[in-house]
């Protein structure tokens, strides 16, 4: 029997997923950099589907 998790990742397996290994320390301004293309991606999202 396959559990609940297994399937929900089966049925997902169109999205993409970038996996990479965090640096030691990040400085304020990438994790500033990482805030506005994350939010301007959203922003992006939102928009078609209000469409």
């Known amino acids: 029997m396959t559990d ?3 399937m929900a990742l089966q049925e997902e397996e169109n999205i993409a997923l ?6 030691s ?3 304020r301004e ?3 950099a990482d805030t506005d293309l994350f939010l301007a991606e959203f922003a992006l999202d939102y928009k078609r589907m209000s469409e």
């Open 4 to 6: 609940t998790k297994e």
């Open 25 to 27: 320390s990040l400085s």
């Open 18 to 23: 970038k996996v990479t290994s965090p640096p």
């Open 30 to 32: 990438q994790m500033l």
